[in-house]
């Protein structure tokens, strides 16, 4: 217990680490995700193609390699990245794929009688996706994201290899120094992540209501 | 070709998708292209980083590694699969007693990452685990137990879940029918629900295993001897990371691939006959760690 | 990027040897061994009753902890599986005198937060993993040696050998090492000036600093020297010291016949040159000199 209350601040340094980390990647998959959804349910083919190999590439790679390949193979492209850019690239890569298809199922659970109704009213394409279909299918995706960004904050623990300093890696320091320790350590930082868990769920859960009043 | 977004294309429509269409592949080309061109000016593509993986005790090592992964992904599975039922039987229970304990066991174990379970599990445990290691051939420090357990007390949980989901998902009639009949919850549970949720689930496991086998990766920080552990004994005596993460990289997505076609093939012969499906969410799929406190595994249909 | 180590034309030369199927050939990388009779075994030695050394010889085979991620010192050669490295040869040395060869050597990974743990509890008979002597340390197990001497110093890249002179100017450079390693905690402590940056093992480091996202790489000068062998144009070792790191073998503490003995071992191949072939074989690899062996503290 001890040991927890005299690494506080290290601790607590570790979790802001983890934050900046997830919110910066979670942002950054956002936007890929929502980019790579509209690529995937494009009209064009080969934007299709893409998408689709660069979805199926991620989702059966682990996560721990796409790591590797920010920290070792992306400065071979003349890119030098940090060890934080680093994890930010591979946690938002990764989770990218997911966002992506989150989005796209959303978007593909609207009937299609809804948009093809849209469409007979004379709404041009924008203005069918923004006014029928994507305000239909955010409120859909709000409860997968809300999984998906809780599942990359507990990935961004896999940066402790990476040389980025947050929980899990303050956790692993602490535990050499302190080894007798182990137990309570694990107990202090485990429920550090189940807070974070805990305040994200609650977020989307709050975000799944407003947008159900707003219908 | 119709879909929500847009109705079958016109003859201007097509003319402006050819074009995107045109640019599109350019643009990926291109950036290929880039990224190739740079890796070969910086050595990434000179024969003497690949010409380890030409040497048959390479191979050989590489071959161990892959059935080091297999066996601690099939190990897990099978484990966490035995995991799942007992605690979707406890969610599922009658008596909040079983229940409450179930709960939060799942809760927890799907909230911690993974990485931090595997580490405190080695750390703390792997003496007790040994036993594991022995049982399955893999004595290999003590690394197999930790790294099994931990994949257990995750994907147990994710799978819990699942089978909720499952049993949730067979009509509410068939266990309205056997209790008509007379029979027990035991019997309703045993002779109607599960194996009807067995057939709906069959692809939500098998996407699992995926998981499973992925965050097999996770090994290496405990130095189990996997795939990338493995890498890293031919990248310290060759110096060729990049490549080297490239052979791994490409026997996990072939792997997993496989994997994945079977899931979604077994899932589209089920909608063929226009059952339901249970899913797992995408969140699930990501591993490491996996979906949401409290959100069940997506129903589809 | 080059290969790391002189082993590149042996490499060329196994893969066209093992064309024909032969998969034992030695692929190098950055190990380097000794034929298997390279040193001496005692046939039928005599040992005091009751002691550690008596007990080994009887058995006839003995347990050595070293480490299997360290190219020439402590590697496990990926084609053979076989470990390799100066720390290995001393281990050899030393079965040698207890008269068990070579092959009855049972080599057992250990990483540096097991090492005491598998002394104490006898898991390995003796530890030879590049492991510093040091009183922290010595109050837990013995050791036997230093059977090497050197000091942390740092490799960089060549066109920065203007301003990267010493750990002193490294404020506001990024600095590579292993997680949890001495040579890291050292920086971290003394120089907290200098940015660090923490892989798994050397090579991740070394290849963030071909590539330029760090400035340098920090651990003991016999591993960086190997480094900068494999990749002469490019990189260099600092070549100033800023400790001194002595190699010793670790057993159970106040295990005092067991500590002479081994002392005795390490005295005789310092004499009759076996020590100099084991370098040779495995750090000498890399171009550097022996040297003088270094003066053993019989404590």
């Not at chain 3, 002189?6 to 998969?23: E, H």
């Not at chain 3, 390693?181 to 600093?209: N, W």
């Not at chain 3, 070792?237 to 071992?265: H, M």
């Amino acid at each position: 217990m001890d040991v927890l209350i005299d690494n506080l601040p290290a601790l607590l340094r570790g979790f802001r680490e983890t934050v900046e980390l997830s919110a910066i990647a979670a942002l950054v998959a956002l936007v890929l995700g929502t980019l790579l959804a509209a690529i995937r349910v494009s009209p064009v083919p080969t934007l299709r193609w893409a998408g689709t190999f660069y979805v199926n590439t991620i989702r059966n790679t682990p996560l721990t390699l796409v790591y590797a390949f920010m920290a070792f193979a992306v400065p071979r492209l003349d890119f030098q990245v940090g060890p934080f850019r680093a994890a930010v690239l591979a946690l938002g890569l990764y989770t990218a794929a997911f966002i992506c298809e989150a989005i796209r199922s959303g978007v593909n659970a609207v009937p299609v009688g809804q948009a093809e109704a849209a469409r007979a009213l004379g709404l041009t394409f924008t203005g069918t996706l923004r006014h029928v279909v994507l305000a239909q299918a955010f409120r859909s995706v709000i409860p997968p994201l809300g999984s998906i960004f809780i599942a990359l904050v507990k990935n961004s623990a896999i940066a402790e290899f990476f040389a980025v300093p947050e929980a899990t890696k303050v956790f692993d320091d602490l535990v050499r120094d302190n080894p007798d320790a182990l137990y309570w350590l694990f107990a202090g930082v485990a429920l550090g992540y189940v807070i974070l868990v805990l305040l994200i769920s609650a977020v989307f859960r709050f975000l799944e209501t407003r947008l159900v009043v707003l219908r | 070709m119709s879909s929500v977004l847009y109705d079958a294309p016109g003859p201007r429509a097509r003319r402006r998708m050819l074009i995107f269409s045109v640019l599109g592949t350019a643009v990926v080309a291109l950036l290929v292209l880039f990224a190739v061109l740079r890796l070969k000016e910086n050595g990434v593509f000179s024969a003497r980083q690949w010409e380890p993986f030409t040497d048959p005790g390479i191979q050989r090592l590489l071959f161990k590694a892959l059935w080091a992964t297999v066996k601690a992904a099939l190990v897990a599975i099978a484990l966490a699969l035995v995991l799942g039922v007992l605690l979707a039987a406890g969610r599922l229970s009658d008596h909040a007693w079983v229940r409450t304990p179930a709960t939060m066991f799942i809760e927890f174990f799907r909230a911690v990452p993974l990485v931090l379970l595997i580490l405190f599990l080695f750390l703390g445990f792997s003496d007790e685990l040994a036993f594991i290691g022995r049982i399955f051939g893999s004595s290999g420090q003590g690394a197999f137990g930790p790294l099994v357990v931990g994949l257990m007390l995750y994907n147990g949980s994710v799978l819990a879940e699942v089978f909720r989901s499952g049993v949730a998902a067979v009509p509410r009639g068939q266990a309205e029918a056997a209790y008509a009949l007379g029979m027990r919850k035991n019997q309703v549970m045993r002779m109607i629900l599960v194996p009807q949720a067995t057939r709906i689930m069959l692809p939500a496991i098998v996407s699992q295993c995926v998981v499973a086998l992925k965050d097999t990766a996770l090994g290496f920080i405990i130095s189990y001897e996997e795939l990338l552990r493995q890498g890293r004994l031919i990248y310290t005596n060759f110096g060729n990371i990049v490549p080297t993460l490239f052979v791994i990289a490409a026997i996990y997505i072939i792997m997993c691939m496989a994997l994945s076609g079977l899931a979604s093939y077994l899932e589209r012969r089920l909608r063929q006959r226009g059952s339901r499906v249970v899913a797992l969410d995408p969140a699930a799929e990501m591993g490491g760690g996996g979906s949401a406190v409290g959100e069940p595994a997506e129903l589809v249909r | 990027m080059r290969l790391r180590t002189l082993a590149a034309g042996v490499a060329t030369l196994a893969l066209a040897l093992t064309a024909c199927g032969d998969s034992e050939t030695d692929l190098g990388g950055g190990g380097g061994t000794t034929d298997s009779d390279a040193y001496e075994v005692v046939a039928d030695p005599s040992f005091a009753a009751g002691s550690t050394m008596a007990r080994l010889s009887d058995a006839g085979s003995i347990k050595i902890g070293v480490k299997f991620d360290q190219p020439g010192i402590g590697n496990k050669n990926p084609s053979t599986g076989k470990p390799e490295g100066f720390d290995i040869e001393i281990g050899k040395i030393v079965a040698g005198q207890l008269g068990i060869a070579a092959d009855k050597i049972e080599f057992v990974e250990t990483v540096s937060k097991n090492r005491e743990p598998y002394i104490e509890t006898g898991k390995v008979d003796m530890v030879i993993a590049s492991y510093s002597i040091t009183d922290k340390r010595k109050q837990i197990v013995s050791f036997a040696g230093p059977y090497y001497v050197t000091g942390q110093d740092l490799l960089i890249r060549k066109e920065a050998a203007s301003e990267i002179t010493g750990p002193d100017s490294l404020a506001g450079k990024t600095v590579c090492s292993v997680t949890g390693s001495t040579p890291l905690a050292k920086i971290e402590e003394d120089y907290p000036q200098a940015k660090t940056e923490a892989y798994g093992t050397y090579t991740e480091c070394v290849d963030r600093l071909e590539t330029k996202s760090v400035d340098a790489v920090t651990t003991d000068g016999s591993i960086l020297l190997g480094y900068a062998a494999g990749n002469p144009e490019e990189l260099q070792v600092v070549g100033k010291p800023f400790s001194t790191e002595k190699y010793g073998i670790g057993l159970k503490k106040d295990d005092t016949a067991f500590r002479g003995f081994i002392n005795d071992s390490l005295q005789k191949a310092y004499d009759n040159g076996d020590w100099k072939k084991a370098f040779d074989a495995t750090l000498g690899k890399g171009g550097s000199e022996a040297g003088e062996p270094p003066a053993l503290e019989k404590y």
